[in-house]
């Protein structure tokens, strides 16, 4: 069996957005019981990341850690016709990922307790991105 | 063909811990032939990542990157409530990874020669952790 | 459906290349509709990342951030048998990806308009790389 559909979610300029209910709720659409969902963002300016999800601090902390680490307006870039967050999106997605994938179980995203799936925009500005989950398994218990 | 297990893996504390044979047994199990095999953390203060598996310098070389890297007690951070290792171990999780995927070839786990399955504890104490390997494929060679 | 072959890429040393359409080629050639596309890369001293495929500038706009992130001939490191290259070669690749998982969508490579496969070899010598691309799925339209 398999499912797939694609979701658009607008950001607002750089920070996360949890995304993890309207892929949960692919899950339940799609009836499989067990197997693998696979989440796939279409762009080199954004992530897909595991974060924390109980205290907000963490996506704060992990936002300042990589402006501290990914400088924007570095002099070392030559890609830098969008402006200062050009490259840093760029470097910023590569060092993270953009695409997750999470066991199926019971019909459920099987993810741990603090476990959620975040949209981590790195421009500055906002942008409606687009993500296609895919979920493959099968309609039996493991 | 689907198959799903569960396993706890107990680590030590801060450091790596060679997963490659467990998966590899679950594999065999497994009966699939042709596919591919998803390793899943359900942490997010722990990585999964693969690691060169004959010199064991490779982890201590990587822990003392990382160390120096994502230092411990980082003034930066405002998540500290379980310590000086906590918001350390999300930032290691977040530019590591939590789920790996291999492909499944003549019933083997497919890797390459030098790579090894290693589960990364980032906390300074010892937990119990928490992986799903999901394999999907088919009994017919490819 | 399963789909499953590997390839071999020759690198020219340190750099990147674009793999994109071989990866597309075998999901035309395997008849899979709707699914997914695996590539993993059996070595534990390159990378497999989504890069920008327009513009050159952020292939070496990412190999020189690399660069002064991750610095050769780092006196941290104790696994030192290959050279000055070798230890940053696992960092490089830890931090980044082995693997990457791409939608089918259509018999097509669902990928971003600005998304490309790329094989970033972090040695300073060119070596013969092998990939396993597995492709799961059916023939029916999503």
């Keep these: 069996m398999i499912f797939q559909q694609s979701l658009k979610i607008k950001t607002l300029g750089r ?5 993890t209910a309207k892929v949960s709720d692919l899950v339940v659409q799609s009836k499989i019981n067990t197997g693998i969902c696979h989440v796939f963002l279409h762009h080199t300016s954004a992530s897909l990341i595991f974060c924390e999800n109980a205290d907000p601090a963490v996506q704060s902390d992990l ?19 969008e402006g200062p967050d050009d490259m840093p999106a760029h470097v910023r997605t590569v060092l993270t990922q953009n695409s997750l994938t999470i066991p199926v179980t019971q019909n459920q995203l099987n993810l741990g307790t603090w476990q959620g799936i975040f949209l981590w925009e790195h421009r500055f500005k906002g ?16």
């Design 15 to 19: 920070g996360m957005i949890d995304c």
């Design 127 to 142: 942008h409606e991105r687009k993500l296609t989950v895919s979920i493959l398994g099968d309609d039996s218990s493991s």
């Design 63 to 81: 936002e300042a850690f990589m402006k501290r680490f990914v400088p924007d307006g570095d002099n070392l870039f030559k890609h830098t016709m």
